[in-house]
C-alpha cells in the first residue's frame, strides 16, 4: 500500500485507458506520456499497461507502508527516498514507512509512479484509468487528496540491488523536451481546406502552451488563423492528438480526457509516437509543428515499438548486474 | 604552553591518540621528553577511507548525467547503475572514463560509510 502525503499540483491513477468505446462516449483517458507508463512498469516487473500514478508538476510525497519496488519516470522532479536523490528513469526498493518526495519538476510536466503489482484500484470497462471529466474508475473516480491510501497488486517484487538502477535516458531520446519541442502530425481532414495562408503560418510559427491546458486539451497562442468564411461542420469523432481550429483562431489539441467528439475544423492530428513528447511540453513553453506523411507516422511507431519490444530482456540483465554489484555493498 | 607550535602539537596529539597510540617518547641527545596522550575528543578513530571499485566495465559519471544529482553511475548499455559514493567524495576517474572491473572510481569522504564497490 502507499499512502499520498501529498498529491501535488495534479495527481490521478492511470493505465493505458479505454480504448475502443468512443462510440459509447466513453473517452480515452490513460496516462498522458504512455512511454512513460509502460517503461515505469517493465523496470518495475509490471505487465506494460498496469495502472500506475501520473503526477503532474512534482511537488508530491508518499509513503510505501510495505516493502516494495517502485519506478519513476518521466519529468525529473529531484525525488528523493528518505532523503536519498531518485533520478527519473530509475528503479529501486523501497521499505516499508520510506517517503518518497519530489519538488517542482524541473524538466518535463508529468511523473510516473509504479509500484511492483501495480495499483490495485477497480477495473472498470477494462481499465483502471481515472475518468476525471466522468467521475469514474481509478480512484474514487477522482483525482487524489492527501490521506489517499492505495493498495497494490499481489506481487513478487523483481530482484535488485537495494539502490537500484536508472535508464540512461539523456542517450536514448528520452528526456522530456527543453524549449521549443517539434511535434509531427499528419495534415488530415479540413486541412486543405483551410487555404495556403493558414497553413504556411500554421507551420512556420512557433506555439505557445497556454496556462489553462490540461488532460483535456492543449490550448495554443499565437498568429491568428482565422478564416475570412466561417467553416460550420457537424459533430463527428476525435481522438487524443486531434489539432483543431476554432473561429478564434487559435489552435487546440484534444488530449486524454477530451470529449469523444467535437465540430471545430481540423488541422491534422499529431502522431502517436510523438504525443508522449507533447504530453511533457511545459506550460508557457513553445512547440512548433512538423508535417508528416502516413509512412513517416508508422515508421516512428514502429521504431517506439521496437525499442519497448527490447527492453524486458534488457532490464532482466540489468537487473542480474545490479544484483551482483549490490553483493559487494 | 605558549610556545608558538603548541597548537600543532596539540593536533599532532589527537591524531595519534585517535589512532590508539598512548604514550609519546623524544629523545635528543641526553634529553627526553615523555608525554602521555590523551586525545581532546572522545571521537573514536575515523576508519582508513576508501576507495570504491568498479564492479563491470562501462563509462564513469560522478554525478548522475541527466540529474546532475548523485549518485555517480556506470553507464552500461542502455542503464545506469549507481557507484557508491555521495556528496564530498573525490572522484579517481574522469568523467566519461571508459572503466573495467576494479578501477578505482571514488575515494569516499565519510569514510565511515566506507567500503561499498560500484
Not at chain 1, 510505501?64 to 528518505?82: M, P, S, Y
Not at chain 1, 523536451?177 to 487555404?195: D, K, L, S, T, Y
Not at chain 1, 502517436?272 to 508508422?298: K, N, P, S, Y
Amino acid at each position: 500500500m502507499i499512502e499520498i502525503l501529498s498529491p501535488g499540483v495534479m495527481a490521478s491513477v492511470q493505465d493505458m485507458g479505454r480504448p475502443g468505446l468512443r462510440n459509447l462516449g466513453v473517452g480515452s483517458t490513460g496516462a498522458m506520456d504512455a512511454r512513460a507508463l509502460h517503461i515505469a512498469n517493465l523496470l518495475a516487473g509490471n505487465e506494460p499497461g498496469t495502472a500506475g500514478v501520473e503526477f503532474t508538476l512534482g511537488g508530491f510525497s508518499l509513503r510505501f507502508h510495505a516493502d516494495t519496488v517502485f519506478a519513476l519516470t518521466g519529468a525529473d522532479a529531484g525525488a528523493r527516498l528518505d532523503g536519498e536523490p531518485v533520478p527519473a528513469w530509475w528503479v529501486r526498493r523501497a521499505r516499508a514507512g520510506q517517503t518518497l518526495t519530489a519538488g517542482m519538476a524541473g524538466r518535463g510536466m508529468r511523473s510516473v509512479l509504479a509500484v511492483s503489482g501495480g495499483i490495485a484500484v477497480p477495473d472498470l470497462m477494462g481499465s483502471r484509468s481515472t475518468d476525471l471529466k466522468g467521475g469514474f474508475g481509478g480512484h474514487e473516480g477522482r483525482l487524489l487528496r492527501a490521506g489517499d491510501r492505495l493498495e497494490t497488486g499481489p506481487a513478487e517484487a523483481p530482484a535488485m540491488g537495494e539502490r537500484g538502477f536508472g535508464l540512461a535516458a539523456g542517450r536514448l531520446g528520452l528526456l522530456p523536451p527543453q524549449g521549443e519541442a517539434e511535434i509531427r502530425f499528419v495534415p488530415a481532414a479540413e486541412w486543405q481546406v483551410h487555404g495556403p495562408a493558414i497553413r504556411e503560418r500554421f507551420l512556420a510559427s512557433s506555439w505557445k502552451l497556454l496556462p489553462d491546458s490540461n488532460r483535456m486539451g492543449y490550448r495554443l497562442s499565437g498568429p491568428e488563423l482565422r478564416r475570412e468564411t466561417p467553416l460550420e461542420l457537424l459533430s463527428h469523432g476525435i481522438i487524443p492528438g486531434t489539432i483543431q481550429l476554432p473561429p478564434a483562431g487559435q489552435p487546440v489539441i484534444q488530449l486524454n480526457d477530451a470529449n469523444t467528439c467535437g465540430g471545430y475544423p481540423k488541422l491534422g492530428v499529431v502522431i502517436e509516437a510523438d504525443l508522449a513528447t507533447l504530453a511533457q511540453v511545459r506550460l508557457g513553453d513553445h512547440i512548433r509543428f512538423r508535417a508528416v506523411d502516413r509512412a513517416e507516422a508508422l515508421a516512428a511507431l514502429a521504431e517506439r515499438a521496437a525499442f519497448l519490444d527490447r527492453l524486458p530482456e534488457r532490464i532482466a540483465l540489468a537487473r542480474d548486474y545490479s544484483m551482483r554489484s549490490a553483493g559487494h555493498d | 604552553m605558549t610556545d608558538p607550535h603548541a597548537a600543532e602539537l596539540r593536533d599532532l596529539i589527537d591524531h595519534l591518540a585517535r589512532r590508539g597510540v598512548v604514550w609519546l617518547s623524544v629523545h635528543a641527545g641526553e634529553e627526553a621528553l615523555e608525554i602521555g596522550l590523551r586525545p581532546a575528543t572522545a571521537a573514536p578513530p575515523p576508519p582508513p577511507a576508501k576507495i570504491v571499485t568498479a564492479q563491470g566495465p562501462g563509462l564513469f559519471h560522478p554525478r548522475h548525467p541527466d540529474s546532475g544529482t548523485v549518485p555517480p553511475c556506470i553507464e552500461a548499455g542502455d542503464f545506469l547503475f549507481p557507484v557508491a559514493g555521495g556528496e564530498g567524495d573525490e572522484p579517481l576517474a574522469a568523467a566519461g572514463a571508459v572503466v573495467g572491473y576494479g578501477t578505482p572510481l571514488m575515494r569516499r569522504a565519510g569514510a565511515s560509510e566506507g567500503g561499498k564497490n560500484g
